[in-house]
Nanobody, 125 residues
Framework: QVQLVESGGGLVQAGGSLRLSCVAS????????MGWFRRVPGKEREFVAA????????NYADSVKGRFTISRDNAKNTVYLQMNSLKPEDTAVYYC??????????????????WGQGTQVTVSS
């Protein structure tokens, strides 16, 4: 069982930046595809970004492309989400997730095997 713990959320003004972190409990973290998702009340969980096990391949939702950057440090069992030029519509609970399938950067929540508890990001206008 992989445990994922997110941190770094908070309140920021529009145009500001935040960096989210997600630490995994297992050394096998380096073999997982990692993803970030977000959810607002009343809506489905939405794909934000994904990164391959080695960090070479990334994928982003159109809504965050050019503003958010996903990265990972396998030596620290950590994946990051750097969020710049934040907008009020980025307000959500952000979740990191681990996918044991190394071949594909999935964008569908059901493809991911483990989830963190989430961290709140609020962007004020």
């Amino acid at each position: 069982q992989v445990q994922l713990v997110e941190s770094g959320g908070g309140l920021v003004q529009a145009g500001g930046s935040l960096r989210l972190s997600c630490v995994a409990s297992e050394r096998s973290f380096s073999t997982y595809t990692m993803g970030w998702f977000r959810r607002v009340p009343g809506k489905e969980r939405e794909f934000v970004a994904a990164i391959s096990w080695g960090g070479v391949r990334t994928n982003y939702a159109d809504s965050v492309k050019g503003r958010f950057t996903i990265s990972r440090d396998n030596a620290k069992n950590t994946v990051y989400l750097q969020m710049n030029s934040l907008k009020p519509e980025d307000t959500a609970v952000y979740y990191c997730a681990a996918d044991l399938n190394r071949a594909v950067l999935h964008t569908t929540p059901s493809e991911y095997d483990y989830w963190g508890q989430g961290t709140q990001v609020t962007v004020s206008s």
